[in-house]
T-cell receptor
Framework: EAQVTQNPRYLITVTGKKLTVTCSQN?????MSWYRQDPGLGLRQIYY???????DKGDVPEGYKVSRKEKRNFPLILESPSPNQTSLYFC????????????????FGAGTRLSVL | GQQLNQSPQSMFIQEGEDVSMNCTSS?????WLWYKQDPGEGPVLLIA?????ELTSNGRLTAQFGITRKDSFLNISASIPSDVGIYFC???????????FGGGTRLMVKP
């Protein structure tokens, strides 16, 4: 079954304590992305990766890091979380971003709800 | 980054009613997408639109790509309780560009 798997689903932490949210896809997709979802703001892209070892900033990258050492994994790292990073996070993947076809849909994970106290 | 303006922000309707929501932008997008997010889940693609003026249906859902390329509409006919969720529009300027999402429309359906 095609899946994007995020862990953990829920996380409560304190300011300044480093954390990592993992994301894994089993579809051999080249393109992976992280979004945060906040009420009324929709989904805003944090970082994306076009392929292994290729990452770039999205709209709201401040306070986040990512890595893409393997095609299937794209972890999101918060080195020093702050309360304004309390949000719902989604990882997504798609075959590619270089062309748009009916089959090239973006699959989303189930989300990680993060609270930073 | 630019956001799409999606309205309404929320709707509370009676089962069986039709629903309309729309997305507008000040700039042109060449692809429009509509997603639905069920409670506790990630967004799932409903309809993709690739040509200005295109009208596409998926069951009770119909979406249109505005001829100006600056807007899109989603209609749901004869709503049912499982239509509950958040609907997002997304636009892509060109192949190779990131998606830009609207703020979402939260739909609630009263049985």
């Amino acid at each position: 079954e095609a899946q994007v798997t995020q862990n953990p689903r829920y996380l409560i932490t304190v300011t300044g304590k480093k954390l990592t949210v993992t994301c894994s896809q089993n579809m051999n997709h080249e393109y992976m992305s992280w979004y945060r979802q906040d009420p009324g703001l929709g989904l805003r892209q944090i970082y994306y990766s076009m392929n292994v070892e290729v990452t770039d900033k999205g709209d709201v990258p401040e306070g986040y890091k990512v890595s893409r050492k393997e095609k299937r994994n794209f972890p999101l790292i918060l080195e020093s979380p702050s309360p304004n990073q309390t949000s719902l996070y989604f990882c997504a993947s798609s075959l590619s971003l270089t062309y748009v076809l009916a089959k090239n849909i973006q699959y989303f994970g189930a989300g990680t709800r993060l609270s930073v106290l | 980054g630019q956001q799409l303006n999606q309205s309404p922000q929320s709707m509370f309707i009676q089962e069986g009613e039709d629903v309309s929501m729309n997305c507008t932008s000040s700039s042109i997008f060449n692809t429009w997408l509509w997603y639905k997010q069920d409670p506790g889940e990630g967004p799932v693609l409903l309809i993709a639109l690739y040509k200005a003026g295109e009208l596409t249906s998926n069951g009770r859902l119909t979406a249109q790509f505005g001829i100006t390329r600056k807007d899109s509409f989603l209609n749901i006919s004869a709503s049912i309780p499982s239509d509950v969720g958040i609907y997002f529009c997304a636009g892509q300027k060109n192949a190779g560009n990131m998606l830009t999402f609207g703020g979402g429309t939260r739909l609630m359906v009263k049985p």
